[in-house]
Structures are given as structure tokens and as C-alpha cells.
């Protein structure tokens, strides 16, 4: 038996919780990610592995060829481990440790993402003990807002991120100064799940704008980072599997103006990873209260917190069913009232034993797990495997 896509005779075998991977589909987005970044001349695609460090999802990105986009020494660590040369990486974070430093000093990688004076001291004399040369690019806080969930925006000046981009050139004056770091980037991030076209748009404007004051004082970098941040959709999986990335790459090449021989890069999470994943989790009881139904299932948001941490949406569907719909509030075992999948939604009539797939939840979900109340962390599987 087959109900939409999946194999639920070899998933009813695996123990629940568990994430299951569309091997195929994460491919098949990768082939258009490189088709749609292919057309425009000097676009470089990086993965960011925070999104998802499953082993074997990495292994597939690798295999299509990006780089990566690190947030921490064990993420440099997971990436050269999966075979992404280390010419590919680059390193953010607005708390970079000394050992995390050196990690990425020890292996040349691409460019240090940097994101203040201190930061920049700190690399120029880590960098110095070691007689190298550091590449950095310095992130600059462009101040676009993105119309997302006020969590995941991080491109506004009372955001955290970045260096306020009236200081660029008092920056890149002194990085020039010092001896064991190179200046070649500016860096953007302004937010996570963004689908409307024109939150990149007023970020390719504010780059223009910048890039001209540099050409002002005869500064030109090698590249320009925009970050990431493309959204999905989470309310149509089945119909909008592989997010819009010609419209995306296209807008950045109609609307940034790219120097001659200057490299755009871009640091996609989400949209490369979010629609293959699916946490499978299994009905433990039915409970009917006064006013509700619960479903209570075996996973909870020790397994997947987006919905508690942001509100998040994820589709939710009985795939052991075909029984005609009843309303349900799906929540886990967790000792804590936030501990809710969905509210009031409607699923196939759910019995004990049920297999429920909790749908995109590919990108911040196996690797946002915790421990809490003891709980084992779940297990990933690629299609390919089971
Ligand atoms: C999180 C992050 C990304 C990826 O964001 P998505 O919304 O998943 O595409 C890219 N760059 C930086 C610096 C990040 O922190």
C-alpha cells in the first residue's frame, strides 16, 4: 500500500519518531537550483548546513557540487567530513570561539563571514600565529526588513547580526591596516521564509547603493553574499514541491548590479532542503475532551519545535487512513502545554497505531532535537535506504 508518495509498508517498520528524506526529490531541487544559478555568469550556490547536517542529505548536496555555509566549528567539522573541500566554505556567526577560528584558519577555507572590530582583531592575530592570510567578508547589517516572522528577520539595525553599513568603509579601512587578514566580500542575511520578491529586491538596492559609495574610493571586492532566506510552502507540499528559484535567482540578476569579474553568492537552507524531510510519528491515543479531540502522538517538540518555537504550519496527514475526515488538535507527549503540532485540523479518522506525516519539515527540524524529558533523538532516513 502507497498513500500519496510514500512506501508505508517499509515506513510502518522503522520505529516512531523518525524523519524520512525523498532522496529523489531533494535531487531533483538541487538539478534546478543549478540549472536556474547556471544561467546567470558568476552565481555561486552555498548550502547552509544549519538547516539540516544529516550525513546523507549532505552527502547528495555535495554531490550536485555546492559549498556550504558554516555557523560553527562543528559544522565546518560535519561539511570537510561529507567531502565539501574546504575552498567552498564559508564560516558566519556573530560568536566565533578561538578553536573555531583556527579550525577554519588550519583548512584555508573560502572566507570568514565577519561581524564586528573585535571579531576582526581576533582573526587578524589568530591568523598572524599561524602566518596566514585570512579571507573575510564583513557583514553588513543592510537594515531591510523582511515580512516574516519577527524570529527569523535578521536584517533590521536592532537585530544582532552584522555591522551597521554606515561603518563599512571605516571597517574595510581597518582591515587594510592590518597585515593577516584580506578583504574580499560584503555579506547580507536579512531573514528566513521569505516568498515575496521584493524583500531581495530592496536588499539588491540597498548592495547598489553601498558598492557605489566603495567605487567612490576606488574599493572593489572580489564578491558580494546575499545570504539566504527563500522560503517554501508549507501549506501545498504535494503541489509546490521545489520552491520558485527562477524567480529568485532572476531577481537578483535583473536588479544587482554585478562588477566586472565580481562572483554572487548566495546561502540557501530552507528552500534546498525543507520539502524533502517528513517526521513520521505514530498515534498513541485518541482523547476526547469537552470541548476538543486530541490525537496524541510519539513525537513531540523535542523531535520538531518549529511549531512550538515560531507558530510554525506544517501539513499534517493520516497516511494509514482513508476514513472520512474528523477535527483533531495533534499535540506530543512533552511536559509542556506548547508541546502542539496543530490546532483543530482535520485528519482521517486517526486510531491507535496510526502513521501521521508531518510534511517539510526537512530544514530546522532532526537537527534542532533535543533530549528533554530523556527522549531519544530521532533517527533520519534517506528514501534510498529503506
Ligand atoms: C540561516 C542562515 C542562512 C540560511 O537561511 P535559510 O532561510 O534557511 O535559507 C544563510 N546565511 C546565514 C548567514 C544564515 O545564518
New binding site residues.
Given amino acids: 500500500m502507497t498513500k500519496g508518495h510514500f512506501p508505508i509498508d517499509k515506513l510502518q517498520r522503522i520505529r516512531t519518531p523518525f524523519y524520512y528524506y525523498d532522496a529523489e526529490l531533494l535531487r531533483q531541487t538541487l538539478r534546478t537550483i543549478n540549472a536556474e544559478a547556471g544561467k546567470h555568469e558568476g552565481f555561486c550556490v552555498h548550502y547552509?548546513v544549519?538547516?539540516n547536517a544529516n550525513p546523507q542529505v549532505l552527502r547528495i548536496i555535495r554531490e550536485a557540487g555546492l559549498g556550504v555555509?558554516c555557523?560553527s566549528g562543528g559544522e565546518i567539522e560535519v561539511s570537510l567530513k561529507a567531502g565539501f573541500p574546504a575552498s567552498k566554505i564559508v564560516f558566519?556567526?556573530v560568536g566565533k570561539s578561538d578553536w573555531e577560528i583556527n579550525l577554519g584558519l588550519d583548512n584555508d577555507i573560502f572566507c570568514f563571514?565577519v561581524e564586528s572590530i573585535p571579531e576582526l582583531e581576533v582573526i587578524n592575530s589568530l591568523a598572524q600565529a599561524k602566518e596566514k592570510v585570512a579571507r573575510v567578508a564583513f557583514?553588513l547589517n543592510p537594515n531591510v526588513g523582511a515580512h516574516t516572522h519577527a524570529n527569523?528577520t535578521?536584517g533590521l539595525a536592532e537585530n544582532k547580526?552584522g555591522i551597521d553599513m554606515r561603518d563599512m568603509l571605516k571597517v574595510i579601512e581597518e582591515a587594510s591596516a592590518m597585515q593577516n587578514v584580506k578583504v574580499v566580500g560584503l555579506?547580507f542575511?536579512i531573514?528566513?521564509?521569505?516568498l515575496d520578491m521584493s524583500d531581495f529586491e530592496a536588499l539588491c538596492n540597498r548592495v547598489n547603493e553601498l558598492q557605489q559609495e566603495l567605487e567612490r574610493h576606488q574599493i572593489t571586492v572580489e564578491h558580494i553574499n546575499v545570504?539566504?532566506?527563500?522560503?517554501i510552502d508549507y501549506q501545498h507540499p504535494n503541489r509546490v514541491p521545489i520552491p520558485d528559484f527562477k524567480a529568485y535567482f532572476d531577481t537578483y540578476a535583473k536588479k544587482l548590479r554585478l562588477r566586472p569579474g565580481q562572483t554572487l553568492h548566495f546561502?540557501?537552507?530552507?528552500?534546498v532542503v525543507a520539502q524533502c524531510g517528513t517526521l513520521f510519528t505514530r498515534t498513541l491515543y485518541i482523547k476526547e475532551g469537552s470541548v476538543k479531540r486530541f490525537c496524541i502522538v510519539d513525537a513531540g517538540f523535542t523531535d520538531l519545535i518549529r511549531p512550538a518555537l515560531y507558530q510554525a504550519y506544517h501539513k499534517i496527514e493520516n497516511i494509514t487512513s482513508d476514513e472520512p475526515a474528523a477535527t483533531y488538535d495533534v499535540v506530543g507527549p512533552i511536559c509542556e502545554s506548547t508541546d502542539v503540532f496543530a490546532k483543530q485540523i482535520d485528519l482521517n479518522r486517526a486510531r491507535r497505531g496510526d502513521l501521521l506525516a508531518i510534511r517539510s519539515a526537512g530544514?530546522?527540524g532532526e537537527i534542532m532535537a533535543s533530549q528533554y524529558n530523556c527522549r531519544q533523538l530521532p533517527k533520519g532516513y534517506l528514501s534510498d535506504e529503506v
Fill in positions: 547552509a544549519k538547516a555555509d555557523v558566519a556567526g563571514n557583514r527569523i535578521t547580526f555579506h542575511h531573514g528566513s521564509q521569505i545570504g539566504g532566506g527563500l522560503g546561502e540557501l537552507g530552507r528552500a530544514a530546522y
